[in-house]
């Protein structure tokens, strides 16, 4: 079992919305730390604790993100992470798996199941191992307290429920330092 670290120089994690029913809204969070614990000839056994500030989020509107960051959705203030602790991972296919774990958003869990690539590991011109991991998954927002809304005069809603995520992380090997 190694120990694995987020490259946060390459990572992104994404979320697109329904917007009045007509449009998507994208964003991302660019706040994150990972503790990643793999073990490459068991995929079953390896561990994940993600956690994500809340107040990093970025829509490309300054409103919309101090909207976002207030008690309408996550509450930054009392609630500054959310968190993601994998509980499973399957592995579907030569380099495809899916990891199981517990969303914590507001203090209220609920399980998520994502599906993931990783690409690697490889060992890069700097002589570091590294791999690539996408994942892909949704949730409705609305489990975890995020229920803000209003109704539209023509119909439907301002913030459509499912969240899609998509989220492109590269991660590289923890070199043990022999003292």
């Not at 329904?18 to 073990?39: C, E, L, P, W, Y």
């Amino acid at each position: 079992m190694s120990q694995w670290n987020l490259d946060a120089t390459h990572l992104d994690i994404g979320f697109s919305v329904r917007h009045m029913m007509v449009s998507n809204v994208k964003g991302r969070f660019t706040d994150a730390q990972a503790q990643i614990r793999i073990d490459e000839d068991h995929p079953e056994r390896s561990e994940v604790v993600v956690e994500i500030g809340t107040a990093s989020i970025d829509t490309r509107v300054a409103d919309r993100d101090a909207h976002l960051r207030s008690a309408d959705f996550f509450d930054s203030e009392q609630h500054p992470l959310m968190t993601f602790r994998g509980t499973r991972v399957e592995r579907t296919g030569a380099s495809e798996f899916a990891i199981t774990g517990d969303l914590t958003i507001r203090e209220v869990t609920h399980p998520v199941t994502l599906r993931g690539i990783l690409d690697g590991p490889l060992t890069d011109p700097y002589g570091n191992r590294r791999a690539g991991v996408e994942l892909t998954g949704e949730i409705d927002r609305e489990q975890w307290g995020l229920g803000w809304n209003m109704a539209l005069e023509a119909g439907g809603v301002v913030v459509g429920k499912r969240v899609k995520l998509a989220i492109d992380a590269e991660i590289v090997e923890q070199v043990e330092v022999v003292a």
